[in-house]
C-alpha cells in the first residue's frame, strides 16, 4: 500500500517542482532506463540534484495537461468507467523514492482500482500505437503499479486531435523488478552525488554539445587511464561500421545493377526503388565570389565541436 506524500490540490507549480525532486517519478522511469529521447539519465540527475532546472517538452507537456481532463471524460464516455481524479503524489512503502502523480483511478471488474492514465500524440506518432503502447509509457504506468501495489492500468490517448484510443495494460512483475533495482541504482547516485555512467542515447549527445559548447583554445588536459579502454572500444567500433558500411553498400550496387533502368524491382515481399531525383541547390561560392556583401549579411556562421582520435 503507497503512502500519501502529499495533495497536489491547490499546489503552487514551483512547490510541486520540489516534490519531483525527493524521488523519481512515472515520467522519469524511461529516462533511468536510458531509452528516452529527449533526456539522458545524467541529465535527470543533474534535475534531481538541483544542478538543473527542471525541463518539460514545451507545448506538448502544456497541451498534454490541458487536454487531459477532455481524455479522461471520453474515455468515461466510449466505456462506461467512471475515472477518479487523484490529487495526490504517492511514496511506495519500501522504497520511499518511488514517487507516483497519477491522472486518475477507475475500477475494472476482475482487477480491482487501476491506475487511469491519459496521454496525447502527434499524428506522427499513431503507428507506436498500434496494437500496443509505447516503451517510455509502458515503463512509466509499471512505476505506477510498482508505487500503488494496483494489478492493472487503463491508458487512453488522443493521437493527432482526432484519433482516440484506449489499452487495458497488466501489472508485469519482471518489469517492475527490473525497474525497482534500475531506480534504486540510479537514486544511490543522486544521493551520493555522484553522477551515472553517460550511454550512447541521442540525449547523450545532445545533453554534452549542451553542457560543452565551446572548447578553450589550445587547451590540453591528461585522460584518466579508464580512458585507453574507450578509445579500444571507439576503434573497434570504428572498424565494424566501415566494414558494414561496406558491406551494405556491395549489396546497394548488385542491386542497382539488376535494376539497371528501372525504377522499381520486386523480390519476395520487398519492393526496391531507385529513383531519379532533382534539387535545387545555390551555388554558395559562385554566390560569395560575385556578390561578397550580399553573402555576408545572409551567411549563418555555425559553431560545433569535432570529435575525433588519432594515434601519435
Known amino acids: 500500500m503507497a503512502k500519501i506524500l502529499a495533495s497536489t490540490e491547490n499546489m503552487p507549480y514551483?512547490?510541486?517542482?520540489?516534490?519531483?525532486k525527493k524521488g523519481i517519478g512515472g515520467s522519469d522511469a524511461s529516462?533511468?532506463?536510458?531509452?528516452?529521447?529527449y533526456k539522458s539519465p545524467v541529465e535527470l540527475w543533474l534535475e534531481k540534484t538541483g544542478q538543473l532546472p527542471y525541463s518539460e517538452a514545451g507545448e506538448a507537456a502544456y497541451w498534454g495537461t490541458q487536454l487531459e481532463a477532455l481524455v479522461r471524460a471520453e474515455f468515461t464516455k466510449r466505456t462506461g468507467i467512471e475515472v477518479s481524479k487523484f490529487n495526490q503524489i504517492l511514496q511506495h512503502e519500501d522504497y520511499p523514492f518511488m514517487l507516483a502523480n497519477l491522472d486518475g483511478t477507475c475500477q475494472h471488474p476482475n482487477y480491482g482500482t487501476c491506475v487511469f492514465e491519459a496521454k496525447t500524440a502527434s499524428a506522427y506518432k499513431a503507428a507506436e500505437w498500434e496494437d500496443k503502447i509505447p516503451d517510455e509509457y509502458m515503463l512509466q504506468i509499471q512505476h505506477y503499479m510498482a508505487v500503488t501495489g494496483y494489478n492493472g492500468t487503463y491508458i487512453a490517448v488522443l493521437i493527432g486531435g482526432n484519433t482516440f484510443k484506449w489499452k487495458f495494460i497488466e501489472r508485469d512483475e519482471e518489469i517492475?523488478?527490473?525497474?525497482?533495482?534500475?531506480?534504486?541504482?540510479f537514486w544511490e547516485h543522486v544521493q551520493d552525488e555522484l553522477p551515472p555512467a553517460l550511454d550512447g542515447s541521442t540525449a547523450s549527445e545532445k545533453f554534452l554539445a549542451e553542457r560543452f559548447p565551446d572548447s578553450i583554445p589550445k587547451s590540453k588536459i591528461e585522460l584518466p587511464e579508464t580512458a585507453e579502454n574507450l578509445i579500444a572500444e571507439y576503434n573497434s567500433a570504428c572498424e565494424k561500421l566501415?566494414?558494414?558500411t561496406e558491406q551494405k553498400q556491395k549489396a546497394e550496387n548488385q542491386l542497382k545493377e539488376m535494376l539497371g533502368e528501372n525504377e522499381v524491382g520486386t523480390s519476395g515481399n520487398s519492393v526496391i526503388t531507385w529513383k531519379s531525383m532533382s534539387?535545387?541547390?545555390?551555388?554558395?561560392?559562385?554566390?560569395k565570389a560575385e556578390h561578397p556583401k550580399l553573402y555576408a549579411r545572409y551567411a549563418n556562421k555555425i559553431s560545433y565541436r569535432r570529435f575525433s582520435i588519432k594515434a601519435v
Open 176 to 185: 517492475i523488478s527490473m525497474l525497482t533495482e534500475l531506480e534504486k541504482d
Open 31 to 37: 529516462v533511468v532506463c536510458g531509452i528516452n529521447k
Open 242 to 244: 566501415e566494414e558494414i
Open 279 to 287: 534539387q535545387e541547390r545555390l551555388d554558395s561560392k559562385t554566390f
Open 14 to 20: 514551483e512547490e510541486w517542482l520540489e516534490y519531483r
